[in-house]
């Protein structure tokens, strides 16, 4: 069964700029041993980059969350030092799920990320509801969320709607 590791928006900005948070900062030795550990054994790693352009405020996502973050092309943007695999997918999603998910073949997905509560529960949910028969799991040990509530809140909801919670 083809494995794939989805590494959501680990960038600059989530992890310790704009929006970062401790529990990101936290999370980064277990999400570079679980990119490691999917490198190891061959599997398929694709990486997401939450991705803006300089008039994010005028976008109503900007105009909810008025804080200017991953604008394309600046350090923010860029995915954590160490963790990017060379030769590995990028897909640059200019919100919260990338839709296009249903024109790949997902048969068992791993999630890990930031945050847990916006970007890695959209895709989840996205994916689940793309590929029904999928495995679809999500690492609680490599996600963190806006703060520990939301984060809690999101894995709960994964886990209603038939996504396995790797505690």
């Not at 490691?36 to 790693?45: A, L, P, Q, S, T």
């Not at 005028?58 to 160490?82: N, Q």
């Not at 990028?90 to 847990?116: A, M, R, Y």
Request: hydrophobic content about 40%; some cysteine.
């Amino acid at each position: 069964m083809k494995k794939t590791l989805i590494v959501v928006d680990m960038q600059n900005d989530f992890i310790d700029m704009a929006l970062g948070t401790a529990e990101a900062v936290a999370i980064l030795p277990n999400v570079r041993a679980k990119i490691e550990e999917y490198r190891k054994n061959g599997d398929e790693i694709i990486f997401t980059r939450d991705t803006h352009g300089e008039d994010y405020l005028d976008t109503p996502e900007g105009r909810k969350l008025p804080v200017p973050h991953c604008i394309k092309g600046s350090k923010g943007w860029e995915i954590a030092d160490g963790l990017y695999v060379e030769g590995c997918r990028i897909i640059d999603k200019p919100n919260f799920g990338w839709p296009h998910w249903s024109g790949e073949e997902l048969e068992c997905v791993e999630l890990i990320g930031l945050c847990t509560d916006i970007c890695v529960v959209s895709n989840a949910l996205i994916i689940k509801a793309c590929f029904p028969n999928a495995l679809v799991s999500v690492d609680a040990k490599c996600c963190a969320g806006v703060t520990v509530e939301s984060h809690n809140a999101a894995l709960a909801t994964m886990k209603m709607c038939q996504i396995d919670v790797i505690e």
